[in-house]
Nanobody, 119 residues
Framework: QLVESGGGLVQSGGTLRVSCAAS????????IGWFRQAPGKEREGLSC????????NIADSVRGRFTTSRDNAKNTVYLQMNSLKPEDTAVYYC??????????????WGPGTQVTVSS
């Protein structure tokens, strides 16, 4: 299972780091993606990081503000969010691929964590 944590309420311009932890399997073998879904909107892909962490992809919509990293020793992947805007308000999800490299889709999903950015 995947579980996200670290969401919450933050003011516009603030920072937040959300984490994705796994139980029952080793994240180190899997590429991990971050997604978000705001009310009434489609799910949006934000990032992907390869199993080793040597390759990352960031969506244009958040590039320059969001970064992703991982600590395989802690079996955890992170999404660092800076310069947050009210339009970043959404439920944030992490997802694991069956494969070590990005671009192969995602097969396991966490329940999500709410991020709310106040203006």
């Amino acid at each position: 299972q995947l579980v996200e944590s670290g969401g919450g309420l933050v003011q516009s311009g603030g920072t937040l780091r959300v984490s994705c932890a796994a139980s029952g399997f080793t994240l180190a073998n899997h590429a991990i993606g971050w997604f978000r879904q705001a009310p009434g909107k489609e799910r949006e892909g934000l990032s992907c990081i390869s199993s080793s962490g040597d390759s990352t992809n960031i969506a244009d919509s958040v590039r320059g503000r969001f970064t992703t990293s991982r600590d395989n020793a802690k079996n955890t992947v992170y999404l660092q969010m800076n310069s947050l805007k009210p339009e970043d308000t959404a439920v944030y999800y992490c997802a694991a691929s069956l494969y070590p490299h990005c671009g192969q889709g995602f097969d396991y999903w966490g329940p999500g964590t709410q991020v709310t950015v106040s203006s």
